[in-house]
């Protein structure tokens, strides 16, 4: 496992700021303090637009008009996913910034590879996070626009993934990230936390 916890800086690398720069690569290394503010930014732009505004905008958060045990049922049932799921976001923002040292935005990635907490389980926790966090909503409030809504953004994340963020991580990490996407699935959950 990759860890950035009480690691020191190389003699290579000059502040400049709040980030500093190694003279053997152009990127730019982000400070914790930076990193929690651009992360922040960030989960307020994505994951706050993706699975919260967006579906206001489909399903005008409107509840059934009837308070039958089935639909009380639903609401309790959606409500604990998307609880869940807001948890399960910010325990991997702040991940980013603590182990990471970036943060998940592709502008600023992170300065080692996160593979600790919920990424010894799954690949891309945030992602299903928001997919689960837009189903629980389909379940509060019955909306089958949500439902779709929530296979599109997964199809597009998992398209992403593929095309952009596998190969970067590669390149970036190499034989680490390697090791890592062979021993934890990108979508369904390990039932055991991955101990590399």
Same mark, same amino acid.
């Given at each position: 496992m990759v860890e950035a916890h009480g690691?020191?800086?190389p003699p290579s690398r000059q502040a400049v700021g709040c980030f500093t720069s190694s003279g053997a690569s152009s990127l730019a290394v982000?400070?914790?303090?930076?990193?929690? %503010?651009?992360?922040? &930014?960030?989960?307020? $732009?994505?994951?706050?637009?993706? !699975? *919260?505004?967006?579906?206001? #905008?489909? =399903?005008?958060?409107? %509840?059934?008009?009837? &308070?039958?045990?089935? $639909?009380v049922v639903r609401v309790v !049932? *959606?409500?604990?996913?998307? #609880?869940? =799921?807001?948890?399960? %976001?910010?325990?991997?923002?702040?991940?980013? $910034?603590?182990?990471?040292?970036?943060?998940?935005?592709?502008i600023a990635p992170p300065e080692q590879l996160v593979v600790g907490g919920?990424?010894?389980?799954?690949?891309?926790?945030?992602?299903?996070?928001?997919?689960?966090?837009v189903l629980g909503q389909a379940i509060i409030f019955g909306s089958q626009s949500l439902l779709i809504y929530a296979v599109a953004i997964w199809a597009v994340m998992a398209t992403f993934v593929r095309a952009y963020e596998e190969p970067t991580l590669l390149r970036r990490f190499g034989?680490?990230?390697?090791?890592?996407?062979?021993?934890?699935?990108?979508?369904?959950?390990?039932?055991?936390?991955w101990q590399g």
């Open positions: 690691l020191p800086e982000m400070r914790r303090p930076a990193a929690a %503010l651009a992360t922040g &930014a960030f989960f307020l $732009v994505a994951p706050c637009v993706v !699975a *919260g505004l967006v579906p206001w #905008l489909i =399903s005008g958060w409107q %509840l059934p008009g009837t &308070a039958s045990t089935v $639909v !049932a *959606g409500a604990i996913l998307v #609880l869940g =799921s807001v948890l399960v %976001l910010v325990r991997n923002f702040a991940r980013f $910034v603590m182990e990471g040292r970036g943060t998940p935005a592709p919920d990424y010894r389980y799954v690949r891309n926790p945030m992602y299903v996070a928001i997919v689960a966090a034989g680490s990230y390697e090791r890592y996407r062979s021993n934890v699935r990108a979508w369904v959950p390990r039932l055991h936390p």
